[in-house]
C-alpha cells in the first residue's frame, strides 16, 4: 500500500481522524493537567441504521472472515471504532498521546440482520488507570441517526454531541461551550499534523494538491 501511495496523484491517509479535531486535542491538553480533577468515567452511545442493502453492498460487510483471512467487521471494529479509540484517548495516564488499556472487559454482541458480526454491542470495563468505560452502538434500530460521548471527571463532565458544541458542565452551574469544528477544519488539521518523519510523508508532501482527499 505504502508503494501504491508514493506513485500515487492523490495521497491516501489512513488514521482516525477525531485525533486531529483541535478542541478534541485541547480538551485532552487539560484533562491531562489535571484541570477537571481525575477522570472518573467515559461512555457513548450510538444508533446508525444499517438496511439489508448495506450488508450486501460488498463482499466483506458483515463477516468475520472472508477467504481464510480476518476481516473482524462490527459495529465498533468499523463505523463506531472511531469513537471507542476517542474513549480510550481520552483515558490515557501518560503523556498527550497515550491510550488507556481496558482490564476485563465485558460484552454483550447481538446480530438482528443475517451477518456473522454483531451489529449491537454493549460492552463495559475498566481502564487500567481506574476509569469506568461503557459503550453501546447499534446499526439495528430505527432510522434516526444519533451519538452522543460523555466524560464525568471529579470537577466537571464534558458532552461531546453528534454535531454542534462540546459541553463542559460545572457542579455551581456554570457552562462552558467548545465551538464545533467542521470537517473541512479537521480535514486541514489532519494535513497539518502529519510529520515529514511520519509513514505519511508522501500525504504530507503533496497535501496542497488541489485534489487532495483523506480516506479515515
Given at each position: 500500500m505504502l508503494q501504491l501511495e508514493e506513485k500515487a496523484v492523490r495521497p491516501t491517509v489512513v488514521w482516525f481522524q477525531a485525533l486531529a479535531d483541535p478542541r478534541?486535542?485541547?480538551l485532552r491538553e487539560r484533562i491531562v493537567a489535571g484541570?477537571?480533577?481525575r477522570l472518573l468515567s467515559v461512555a457513548f452511545s450510538g444508533f446508525w441504521p444499517r438496511e439489508q442493502a448495506y450488508h450486501t453492498s460488498s463482499r466483506w460487510v458483515g463477516c468475520l472472515k472472508r477467504d481464510?483471512?480476518?476481516?473482524?467487521?462490527?459495529?465498533?471494529g468499523n463505523a463506531m471504532a472511531h469513537f471507542l479509540n476517542n474513549l480510550l484517548f481520552c483515558c490515557g495516564t501518560g503523556d498527550l498521546w497515550s491510550w488507556g488499556e481496558v482490564k476485563h472487559?465485558?460484552?454483550?454482541?447481538?446480530r438482528a440482520h443475517p451477518i456473522e458480526s454483531p451489529d449491537t454491542a454493549f460492552v463495559s470495563g475498566e481502564t487500567r488507570g481506574g476509569v469506568d468505560l461503557r459503550?453501546?452502538?447499534?446499526?439495528?434500530?430505527?432510522?434516526?441517526?444519533?451519538?452522543?460521548?460523555?466524560l464525568h471527571a471529579e470537577h466537571t463532565s464534558l458532552?461531546?454531541?453528534?454535531?454542534?458544541?462540546?459541553?463542559?458542565?460545572y457542579p455551581d452551574g456554570k457552562r462552558e461551550v467548545v465551538p464545533y469544528v467542521?470537517?473541512?477544519?479537521i480535514r486541514r488539521a489532519v494535513y497539518a499534523s502529519l510529520s515529514p518523519q511520519s509513514c505519511f510523508t508522501g500525504a504530507k508532501r503533496r497535501h496542497d494538491h488541489p485534489g487532495s482527499a483523506a480516506f479515515c
Amino acid at each position: 500500500m505504502l508503494q501504491l501511495e508514493e506513485k500515487a496523484v492523490r495521497p491516501t491517509v489512513v488514521w482516525f481522524q477525531a485525533l486531529a479535531d483541535p478542541r478534541r486535542l485541547a480538551l485532552r491538553e487539560r484533562i491531562v493537567a489535571g484541570e477537571f480533577g481525575r477522570l472518573l468515567s467515559v461512555a457513548f452511545s450510538g444508533f446508525w441504521p444499517r438496511e439489508q442493502a448495506y450488508h450486501t453492498s460488498s463482499r466483506w460487510v458483515g463477516c468475520l472472515k472472508r477467504d481464510g483471512e480476518l476481516i473482524l467487521d462490527s459495529v465498533f471494529g468499523n463505523a463506531m471504532a472511531h469513537f471507542l479509540n476517542n474513549l480510550l484517548f481520552c483515558c490515557g495516564t501518560g503523556d498527550l498521546w497515550s491510550w488507556g488499556e481496558v482490564k476485563h472487559p465485558e460484552a454483550e454482541l447481538y446480530r438482528a440482520h443475517p451477518i456473522e458480526s454483531p451489529d449491537t454491542a454493549f460492552v463495559s470495563g475498566e481502564t487500567r488507570g481506574g476509569v469506568d468505560l461503557r459503550f453501546c452502538g447499534s446499526h439495528a434500530c430505527a432510522n434516526i441517526w444519533k451519538h452522543q460521548e460523555t466524560l464525568h471527571a471529579e470537577h466537571t463532565s464534558l458532552v461531546f454531541p453528534a454535531s454542534g458544541d462540546v459541553v463542559i458542565l460545572y457542579p455551581d452551574g456554570k457552562r462552558e461551550v467548545v465551538p464545533y469544528v467542521c470537517g473541512g477544519g479537521i480535514r486541514r488539521a489532519v494535513y497539518a499534523s502529519l510529520s515529514p518523519q511520519s509513514c505519511f510523508t508522501g500525504a504530507k508532501r503533496r497535501h496542497d494538491h488541489p485534489g487532495s482527499a483523506a480516506f479515515c
